[in-house]
C-alpha cells in the first residue's frame, strides 16, 4: 500500500497573527511557519501504517511558493519517504488545491490519502471532502481511529454528538482530527536522512489545473474585541452581578 | 436563472437538530438582498433519511420555508457524507437553486464541501454575516481575523454558524414533497454510534454552559460542573485539554477545532484561555472566569474574572445559588 499525505505551510499556531493595516489579509513576513498541526498528525498516522508493516512508502505533497519545500522536508525528517511539490504562488482554493491531489494520487497509484481535517489559517474543512468526491473515494473525515483490514479500513469519525464507527473500503481518503495520535518529533540522524530524500518539482500545468479564482477575498479584518470586565473575589458578589448586572441568571 | 435557495436538514433519524432553524434565518438574509432577476426566491428544506415523517413536519413548521424536498429511503438510515452530497447536487444541478446551505457542524462540514466538488464549485466555510447575497464574512485564523469574501460562481455553498444567526420562528407551514433518491457515487458501511446519552440541553444551543479544563485534574471532577450546570439549566463544555487527558467525551469540546457556542452566559473553570479555545466561545453574551492564576489570558476576556483555587470556588458559587 502507498500512502499519500498532503501538508501545508501555515502560521505557526503559537503565534498571534496580526491583520495588515490595509486589510488585505494577515502579516505573514518575518512570521514563524510550521506545518499545520493537523497534516503532522496525518503524516504520523502514515508513519504509525508504514511501521505495522501495512505500507511500503509514505509520499508527501504540498502546493505552495517557493519555501513549501521546508514543510515538506519537516514530514520527511519524520520519516516520510519522498515528497511532490506544486510550485505555485498563486492564491489556492481548497478545490483548486484537491484537483492538484487527485490529480498526484492517481498518478503515484496511492492507495490511502490521509490529510489534515482542517488548517488553522483558512480553516476552511474542505480538501479532504473535495478530494473524495473528485476520486470517488470512501470518506472517513474527522478520525480518532483508523485500522487496516480485509475490506479496506475501520475507522472512527469525532462528530458533534460521540463517536461514529464506519467501515470504508480501498483506496480511500481520510482527514484527521486532533486526538488520532501524538506527533513525533524528527530526531536529530532523521533530520540529516531527510536532506538526501528527494523532492520532485512540478507546476500546476504538470499535474493537470488550471488555478482559477472562484472567490474573491474583498477584506480581511479584526475581530471586534472584547474589553476585559471587573474582578470579582465572592460567590455573593458574582452571583448578585450576574442576576442584577448582566441579568443572564435569575 | 433561479433564486431559490436550498437549506440541508441535520437530524439524527428521530429529531430535527436547532442549528437547522439558524440556517434558514441565514437563508432568509440571503433572501432579502437578491437583486432583480425576479426578486427573492423561495427557502427550500431538503431532508436524507429514513422514516422522515415527523422529522418532516418539525422542518414544515420553519418560517419562510415554502417546501421540504424528502428523499425517504431505508439505505439512507445513518446517511454518509457521499449520501446526502449526491442529493444536493442532484437538487442542485438543473439550476434551480442559487444557493444551498447547512449547519457548519461535523454533519455540514462533511457534506457542503462534498457536494460543491462533485459540483466543480468552491464552497464557503462558516459565515458569520451575509453581506451580500454572493458575498459573506467568516472567521479565519481562529477568530483572530473576519475575511470578507466573495463567491465569483453560481450556485453558491455554505456552511453557516450558527451561532451567528437567530433561529427562525417555528409558525410556518411548507408543503412536503417526496423527492427521488440519486445514486452516491460510492457508500461507506455505517457501523455503530457511540454517543453519551444527556438530559442537559445541547452544548451549541445551551443558555448557559459551564465549561471545565485541565485545572479541574480528572474526570470525577467534573460532577462539580454538571451539578453546577443543572442548577443553571445549562450544559457542560470542556477545553481540548480536559478532553486529551480523557476526562470527557470529545463532544465536549469547545474551540477552533471542536465547537462554537454563544451561550448568555459562559463560565470557564480551570480554563487558561488559549485563543483555540476563545475561537469557540468569545461571542457568549457574558464570560465569568474562573482561575487561580492571576495572568492566566482568560481574564481577558471575562466580564467577570475570579482568581481563586476552582475547589473552593465552585462549590461555594453552587451554595450561594442554591440560597
Ligand atoms: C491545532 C490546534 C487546535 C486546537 N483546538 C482547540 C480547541 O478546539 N479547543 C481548545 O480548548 N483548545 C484547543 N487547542 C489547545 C489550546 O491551544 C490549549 O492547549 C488548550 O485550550 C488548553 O486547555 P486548558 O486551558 O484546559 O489547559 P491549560 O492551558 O493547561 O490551563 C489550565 C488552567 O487551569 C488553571 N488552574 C489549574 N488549577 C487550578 C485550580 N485549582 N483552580 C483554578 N484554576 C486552576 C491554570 O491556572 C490554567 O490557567 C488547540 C491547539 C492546537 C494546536
Redesign the interface.
Known amino acids: 500500500m502507498k500512502i499519500l499525505v498532503p501538508v501545508k505551510r501555515v502560521?505557526d499556531?503559537n503565534i498571534?497573527?496580526r491583520?495588515k493595516s490595509d486589510n488585505s489579509g494577515?502579516e505573514t513576513a518575518n512570521v514563524k511557519m510550521a506545518m499545520n498541526p493537523?497534516c503532522e498528525i496525518a503524516v504520523e498516522e502514515a508513519l504509525r501504517i508504514k511501521e505495522a508493516g501495512d505500507a511500503e512508502e509514505v509520499i508527501l505533497f504540498s502546493a505552495g511558493g517557493e519555501k513549501t519545500p521546508e514543510t515538506i522536508r519537516t514530514g520527511l525528517a519524520m520519516g516520510a519517504d519522498r515528497g511532490v511539490h506544486v510550485q505555485t504562488d498563486e492564491r489556492l482554493?481548497?478545490?483548486t488545491i484537491?484537483k492538484m491531489i487527485a490529480a498526484v494520487a492517481e498518478k503515484e497509484g496511492a492507495d490511502l490519502v490521509i490529510l489534515g481535517?482542517?488548517s488553522?489559517?483558512?480553516?476552511?474543512?474542505?480538501?479532504g471532502?473535495?478530494?473524495?468526491?473528485?476520486m470517488?473515494?470512501?470518506?472517513?473525515?474527522?478520525i480518532?481511529e483508523i485500522k487496516k483490514n480485509a475490506e479496506g479500513f475501520?475507522i472512527t469519525?469525532?462528530?458533534?454528538?460521540?463517536?461514529?464507527?464506519?467501515?470504508?473500503?480501498s483506496p480511500a481518503v481520510v482527514t484527521t482530527?486532533?486526538?488520532l495520535n501524538e506527533p513525533r518529533y524528527a530526531s536529530l540522524p532523521n533530520i540529516m536522512k531527510a536532506k538526501k530524500k528527494p523532492i520532485e518539482t512540478l507546476s500546476p500545468a504538470d499535474v493537470g489545473v488550471e488555478i482559477k479564482?472562484?472567490?474573491?477575498?474583498?477584506?480581511?479584518?479584526?475581530?471586534p474585541a472584547?474589553e476585559?470586565?471587573?474582578?470579582?473575589?465572592?460567590?455573593?458578589e458574582?452571583?448578585d452581578?450576574?442576576k442584577n448586572e448582566?441579568k443572564?441568571?435569575s | 436563472m433561479s433564486a431559490n435557495i436550498l437549506v440541508i436538514a441535520e437530524h439524527?433519524g428521530a429529531e430535527l437538530y436547532p442549528g437547522t432553524l439558524n440556517t434558514v434565518a441565514a437563508a432568509g438574509e440571503i433572501a432579502a438582498r437578491h437583486d432583480g432577476g425576479g426578486g427573492a426566491g423561495e427557502i427550500h428544506i431538503l431532508l436524507v433519511g429514513e422514516n422522515l415523517g415527523e422529522i418532516a413536519k418539525s422542518c414544515a413548521k420553519a418560517a419562510g420555508v415554502t417546501k421540504i424536498l424528502v428523499v425517504d429511503d431505508a439505505k439512507f438510515a445513518h446517511p454518509?457524507?457521499?449520501d446526502v452530497?449526491a442529493q444536493i447536487s442532484a437538487a442542485l444541478g438543473g439550476g434551480a437553486y442559487s444557493h444551498a446551505l447547512a449547519p457548519a457542524?461535523?454533519?455540514g462540514?462533511?457534506?457542503i464541501?462534498?457536494?460543491?466538488?462533485?459540483l466543480?464549485?468552491?464552497?464557503?466555510?462558516?459565515i458569520s454575516e451575509v453581506s451580500e447575497a454572493d458575498?459573506f464574512v467568516r472567521?479565519?485564523?481562529?477568530?483572530?481575523?473576519?475575511?470578507?469574501?466573495?463567491?465569483?460562481?453560481s450556485p453558491v455553498l455554505l456552511t453557516v454558524r450558527t451561532t451567528a444567526f437567530e433561529p427562525a420562528a417555528q409558525d410556518g407551514n411548507a408543503a412536503v414533497e417526496n423527492a427521488a433518491a440519486a445514486e452516491p457515487?460510492?457508500?461507506?458501511?455505517?457501523?455503530?454510534?457511540?454517543?453519551?446519552s444527556s438530559e442537559r440541553p445541547e452544548l451549541?444551543s445551551a443558555r448557559?454552559v459551564v465549561s471545565g479544563g485541565r485545572g479541574m485534574q480528572n474526570g470525577e471532577n467534573f460532577a462539580m460542573l454538571e451539578k453546577l450546570a443543572d442548577k443553571?439549566g445549562g450544559a457542560v463544555g470542556a477545553s481540548?485539554a480536559a478532553?486529551?487527558a480523557g476526562f470527557v467525551?470529545?463532544?465536549y469540546q469547545v474551540g477552533?477545532?471542536g465547537?462554537v457556542v454563544a451561550p448568555?452566559?459562559y463560565l470557564a473553570v480551570g480554563i487558561s484561555g488559549a485563543?483555540?479555545h476563545l475561537a469557540g466561545m468569545?461571542d457568549s453574551?457574558?464570560?465569568?472566569a474562573i482561575n487561580n492564576d492571576e495572568e492566566a489570558p482568560i481574564?481577558?476576556?471575562?466580564?467577570?474574572?475570579?482568581?481563586?483555587d476552582l475547589f473552593t470556588?465552585v462549590p461555594?458559587?453552587q451554595?450561594?445559588?442554591e440560597k
Open positions: 502560521i499556531a498571534r497573527v491583520v494577515v493537523f482554493e481548497p478545490l484537491a481535517k482542517q488553522i489559517d483558512g480553516d476552511n474543512n474542505q480538501t471532502q473535495m478530494l473524495a468526491a473528485i470517488k473515494r470512501p470518506l472517513g473525515s474527522y480518532s475501520a469519525r469525532e462528530i458533534d454528538a460521540g463517536l461514529e464507527k464506519l467501515q470504508i473500503g482530527d486532533l486526538r479564482a472562484r472567490t474573491e477575498v474583498l477584506k480581511v479584518a479584526e475581530p472584547r476585559a470586565g471587573v474582578r470579582v473575589s465572592g460567590a455573593g458574582l452571583v452581578k450576574l448582566a443572564v441568571i | 439524527d454518509g457524507a457521499e452530497a457542524s461535523t454533519f462540514k462533511a457534506v464541501p462534498y457536494a460543491a466538488a462533485l466543480d464549485r468552491q464552497a464557503i466555510s462558516d458575498t472567521p479565519i485564523y481562529a477568530g483572530n481575523a473576519m475575511e470578507t469574501v466573495k463567491s465569483l460562481e457515487p460510492v457508500r461507506v458501511k455505517f457501523i455503530e454510534h457511540a454517543l453519551s451549541t448557559v443553571l481540548r478532553v486529551d467525551p470529545n463532544e477552533q477545532t465547537k448568555d452566559l485563543i483555540q468569545k453574551k457574558c464570560i465569568v481574564f481577558q476576556v471575562a466580564d467577570y474574572s475570579w482568581c481563586e470556588a461555594a458559587l451554595g450561594e445559588l
